[in-house]
């Protein structure tokens, strides 16, 4: 049969062609508006899963890390912890020993550890007020230096009852004879001679208590010896006074030395306690002071608002050190023990009491009451090595059978959980002891 020919082409390819080349050419606005939309939604999915947290990734990196700890604590971190209590007996001794500062180490023969002196002085003063009233006349007196340079060198006698006449007119009377020594002559110079004299005021009065002064000889005036014989004093005159005053009384004096003594005495002790290292052990009774000095400024009776009282003193002490002490006992100690056994440090502990003391004699004698637990040698490096490779249960037997009734209990933990021997490392076992 003929084939047809048609000039133009079936609709419905024509159709089809039409819609495959509308989006070239430019579809309709409602078309191009869902495409946009469809679009848009394809951009948003994507990013949504962008932004999704990559939990698989995790889980895996997770599950990989944990088998990695887990392979490294298999291979490298076994480890055995073996407790011992060992069993302790108690050791008990009193002993009498010397501390003597002329030894410097311990002899147990002998019983003796070194000791040390120590001594410190004090000196102080203090004003103290006058307590004691007084209603009659007083006259002031004091000391004065007399001194003769007459040329050629000649001594004087000046009578009893002589006066002196000070730089601001007051009268001092000497109650007794006087024989000032001549004075030296050397390359034409004359070294006057001189003598302390005590004088007395003319008159009662406060007036007279005066200062320090020069003073001259009135009834030489007019002779050869007025200019070469003179007096001065060093110290103010006291004791000058008129109606009702103080006055220093016996109690005073007695009241001041006993306030003062007690004053330096505390600082001097307490100043050599200072200087005493930590190690150094100071009772009570060997430590002590005394009086070396101590002195008025003035006499009691004398009048007086105030006066001064000085005191020296000199605190002494012995001490010796803790760890010679120590030392003694713990030996002792251990000279009584088996030598299967070893003394438990922190166990150990002394009282001691002083039963004489000579602190000058640098000796003193002491009471000891001292103790310590001890126990079996444990060899923990031996022990260790001898635990390799082994079981807990073998650890125990081993221990059990080694130390016996000497061991109270035992633990022993091997880590991490699923290890069921010790390793082959010593490093990995370790033994502690207790002792609670």
Sequence with gaps: MPKKIYDIKHPRKISKTVDDIKPFVGGSKKTNAK??????????????????????????????????????????????????????????????????????????????????YLEEEKEDSQEFPATGSASNEGKATGTI?????????????L?????????????????????VPAGKKQSGK???????????????????????????????????YYYSIYAES??????????SVKKITDDDIQQAKDVLTKKILDNA????????????????????????????SVKSGTVSDSFIYKVKVKARALIFKKSDLDKYAKDYIISQMPETKTLLEKSYSIKYVTKSVDISGGKM??????????????????????????????????????FGDQVSKINVNLWP????????????????????
Aim: proline share 4%.
């Design 365 to 402: 004698i002491l009471d000891l009451d001292f103790s310590s637990k001890i126990y079996q040698n444990i060899d923990r490096t031996s022990l260790t090595s001898s635990f390799m490779g082994m079981t807990a249960s073998q650890i125990n037997s081993s221990i059990s059978n080694k």
């Design 145 to 157: 230096k007399v001194s003769n340079k007459f040329d050629p060198p000649t001594a004087i006698t």
């Design 35 to 116: 495409n946009d939309v469809v679009k848009r939604h394809h951009e948003d999915t994507r990013r949504e899963k962008e932004r999704r947290f990559p939990m698989g990734k995790v889980f895996a990196g997770a599950g990989v890390l944990v088998f990695i700890i887990a392979v490294y604590l298999f291979f490298k971190l076994p480890k055995a912890d073996i407790e011992i209590w060992p069993k302790t007996d108690v050791l008990s001794y009193q002993q009498t020993i010397t501390a003597d500062k002329t030894v410097s180490v311990n002899d147990s023969t002998s019983k003796v550890i070194p000791a040390q």
């Design 234 to 243: 060093s110290e103010a005159m006291t004791g000058g006074y008129t109606g």
């Design 417 to 436: 959980f699923w290890v069921t021997s010790a390793a082959q490392n010593q490093k990995v076992i370790n033994i502690e002891l207790k002792f609670e």
């Design 190 to 224: 004359i070294t006057p001679g001189s003598i302390d004299v005590k004088v007395e005021a003319a008159e009662s009065g406060p007036g007279y208590n005066i200062k320090p002064a020069k003073f001259s000889v009135p009834k030489l005036a007019g002779t050869t």
């Design 269 to 296: 002790q307490s100043s050599l306690k200072g200087n005493i290292s930590s190690d150094y052990v100071l009772l009570d009774n060997a430590i002590s002071g005394e009086v070396i000095s101590s002195s008025s």
């Design 159 to 179: 009578k009893a009852g002589t006066h002196f006449l000070s730089d601001s007119g007051k009268y001092f009377v000497t109650s007794q004879k006087i024989i």
